[in-house]
């Protein structure tokens, strides 16, 4: 029942928030922080914390790093973190770095061809990520 809750919920997190990256450029701040509350709650009631913790640690400084260098904006980081809460260390991680590494590459070599700073939505990569990690 616990797994279920979670997947509807990180499924209906994202989808909503890719829609919101899609139509807008941006993720309305409460569908963060209400996905931040639910994997820190979620967390501290699993039996293992310790590895959610160390996966949330993880997720928060490559969010950060990611930040830093406007590969990505606060809300993606943010993201992240309540995954990693929910999920810990899982294939997610594995399938969503394949797929960030090939965005990061695509996203910094259309901003460094165009010379100007290019808006491409990432929400949409973790919810597909996130498809990929339930079908597999």
């Not at 039996?47 to 606060?74: D, M, R, Y």
């Not at 260390?89 to 594995?94: E, G, L």
């Not at 590459?105 to 460094?112: A, C, H, N, V, Y």
Request: contains cysteine; hydrophobic residues 60%.
């Amino acid at each position: 029942m616990n797994e279920l809750f979670i997947s509807t919920f990180i499924f209906g997190i994202l989808a909503v928030a890719s829609w919101h990256d899609m139509k807008t450029c941006e993720v309305p701040s409460y569908l963060t922080y209400i996905a931040v509350l639910t994997g820190i709650i979620t967390a501290a009631y699993a039996s293992n914390t310790k590895v959610l913790l160390i996966a949330g640690f993880t997720a928060i400084v490559l969010g950060w790093a990611l930040a830093e260098f406007n590969v990505w904006g606060g809300a993606d980081s943010q993201l992240l973190f309540a995954m990693a809460l929910l999920l810990g260390f899982s294939w997610y991680f594995v399938i969503f770095l394949y797929v960030a590494i090939i965005y990061a590459i695509i996203f910094l070599g259309l901003e460094s061809h165009t010379k100007k700073k290019i808006n491409i939505p990432f929400v949409p990569v973790f919810l597909i990520s996130y498809m990929i990690f339930l079908i597999v």
